[in-house]
């Protein structure tokens, strides 16, 4: 093969991958029913300690302070809304947000895994994203690991004295590559390839999910960056009244 | 897309093991079934399943039987370990949903279009393989970057049991949801011992994501109006800013609640009224069989 005949080739997957982006492409659920039974057992398991940590949390908060329970009822809500709503992408693409990034650096972690799981139940029930069985490992990637990376990289970027803006984007950013890299995981562990093994397979679905996650990952940081930026412009008192909940839910 | 996807996906799936008129005809007839509500299919609309399920007319039986029985076939689906028990019980069960529910069958297409593209992608995954040689005995095989991309008859059978696992797996899941409506769903979790603070919070969100998808698409209408969308750059401004103040707005919103929910001796429990609706026989009749149908084929299909 000719150096001009690669490029030619090199040229054309390119073009390939971009414009063969399918038509949905919304945050990685799991469908339902696409796990064994003994990974949806174990990822399942894997979520309940936080899980409990969350109910208990946000029980003890929801006992001191009644009216905690109507704002963390109106952030699950927004953050189903966000993550059936379009947005805005460059691969012409139809893309959600998975909010569950917005939600770790507004709520904490603990509330976010719990409305991440009621957020998850109704995506399945009312939009078709994601599944039951496969409710475990969804929870896992979407609304542990993602939004646990995405509150660590933000309290340490505070800590630092990094910009504020410049921290959220990086953190949400990263955040959403880590549920998708987690997800493409999840998917190589339960069919690893036959000729490489896990690491191959998870080669492959990183391969597939990239050209339209990685650009997805990006607008999610910009918009989170920019959601943070206007609430500060619009909601100061209510964002004070969070930080606080938020304060209680982490003791 | 979707169409062209199902089509290479079956192509790969069937190919060296059906004659070429049967495989082509095989690819491109499911392949043709999406193209039908090409173009029709809208996002942000709000929740199309939650009217669905309410229009239904098996939204008349009881929703914890409605939810144990679709569980349970759910489970059984994917415990499966031949292909053919999952593929009869969708083809059931979107009987059942199309000709008892009276669900609108260019809905149920629409709806089955969204798991179709994430199940086709990774049946392509699961489906071709890269091998530095090429493969003896492979199904289908193309030269890639100085090694061989290859589907052998292992990864078709595999990739065929997965696909089937999940399609009969969607029917169970949209039976469920295209039939009962989420507070019947709620209220059944409630009595399966679920903690009150989950179920309160669920119901509440359920309750508010109407009022902020009503408020979002206001917005974006508005936002729209003034070219708020032209451009990629402005485009993504304009949604940060919209979110932004959503949820602002969703929390003074909250606040008002909250205040009239104190104003009428709120004490932290919500109390939600439900209309009891009993199990009916012929309810019994059409799970019950689909359930013992479906272990007699897990069981004895190994």
Redesign the interface.
């Known amino acids: 093969m000719t150096a001009r005949e690669k490029k030619f080739l090199c040229l054309s997957t390119v073009i390939a991958a971009v414009l063969?982006?399918?038509?949905?492409?919304f945050a990685m659920?799991?469908?339902?029913?696409?796990?064994?039974?003994a990974y949806?057992v174990a990822w399942g398991a894997l979520c309940l300690p936080f899980l409990a940590a969350g109910?208990i949390s946000?029980?003890r908060l929801?006992?001191e302070r009644?009216?905690s329970?109507?704002?963390?009822?109106?952030?699950?809500?927004?953050v189903?809304?966000?993550s059936?709503?379009?947005?805005?992408s460059?691969t012409g693409s139809?893309s959600?947000m998975t909010g569950t990034g917005l939600g770790a650096i507004?709520f904490g972690v603990p509330a976010t895994s719990?409305?991440g799981v009621?957020?998850l139940?109704?995506q399945?029930?009312?939009?078709?994203?994601g599944?039951?069985?496969t409710l475990g490992a969804n929870a896992f990637s979407m609304a542990i690991a993602g939004p646990l990376l995405t509150w660590a990289l933000y309290r340490a970027g505070l800590r630092l004295r990094v910009p504020k803006l410049a921290v959220v984007f990086v953190s949400a950013m990263l955040g959403d590559l880590l549920t998708y890299c987690v997800t493409s995981l999840q998917?190589a562990l339960a069919?690893p390839?036959?000729?490489?093994g896990v690491a191959?397979?998870a080669l492959?679905?990183l391969a597939?999910?990239a050209p339209t996650q990685l650009p997805l990952a990006v607008?999610e940081g910009?918009?989170?960056?920019?959601?943070?930026?206007?609430?500060e412009?619009?909601?100061k008192p209510?964002l004070r009244?969070?930080e606080r909940a938020r304060r209680r839910l982490t003791e | 897309m979707t169409a062209l996807l199902t089509a290479i996906a079956l192509l790969s799936l069937f190919a060296g093991r059906l004659a070429p008129i049967p495989l082509a005809a095989s690819c491109l007839l499911p392949a043709a079934l999406f193209l039908l509500p090409a173009g029709r299919h809208r996002h942000g609309g709000g929740p199309v399943m939650d009217a669905c399920a309410r229009r239904s007319r098996l939204s008349r039986e009881n929703a914890g039987v409605k939810a144990a029985g679709s569980l349970l076939l759910l489970v059984l689906c994917i415990c499966s370990g031949s292909p053919w028990p999952p593929l009869l019980l969708f083809c059931f069960l979107s009987g059942v949903t199309l000709l008892w529910g009276k669900t609108r069958p260019h809905d149920y297409l629409s709806l089955l279009t969204l798991p179709a593209v994430f199940l086709l992608l990774s049946a392509l995954t699961l489906l071709w393989d890269f091998f530095p040689e090429r493969p003896a005995g492979a199904a289908l095989s193309v030269p890639f970057f100085g090694g061989w991309l290859a589907v052998l008859p292992a990864s078709q059978e595999l990739a065929g049991l997965v696909l089937a696992r999940a399609v009969g797996a969607v029917g169970c899941l949209y039976f469920l949801s295209l039939s009962t409506p989420l507070p019947e769903l709620l209220h059944a979790a409630r009595r399966a011992h679920v903690p009150a603070v989950v179920t309160s919070l669920a119901v509440l969100i359920y309750r508010y994501l109407f009022l902020l998808l009503d408020a979002a698409r206001t917005r974006r209408d508005a936002a729209d109006s003034r070219l708020g969308y032209r451009g990629l750059r402005r485009s993504l401004r304009t949604t940060g800013l919209v979110y932004g103040n959503l949820l602002a707005h969703g929390f003074r919103r909250a606040g008002a609640c909250y205040d009239a929910m104190e104003s009428r001796c709120f004490t932290g429990e919500i109390a939600f009224l439900t209309r009891p609706k009993p199990v009916t026989a012929r309810l019994l009749l059409l799970l019950l069989p689909a359930v013992a149908a479906m272990l007699a084929g897990v069981l004895l299909l190994r």
């Open positions: 063969c982006v399918p038509g949905a492409a659920h799991i469908m339902e029913g696409y796990l064994p039974p949806c109910v946000i029980r929801t006992r009644r009216k329970l109507l704002l963390l009822a109106m952030a699950g809500a927004f189903f809304v966000i059936s709503l379009k947005i805005p460059v139809c959600h507004l719990v409305l009621i957020v139940v109704f399945a029930l009312l939009l078709a994203h599944g039951l069985t998917l069919y390839s036959p000729s490489g191959a397979s492959e679905f597939v999910f607008i910009i918009i989170t960056m920019l959601v943070v930026m206007g609430l412009s619009v909601a209510e009244e969070l």
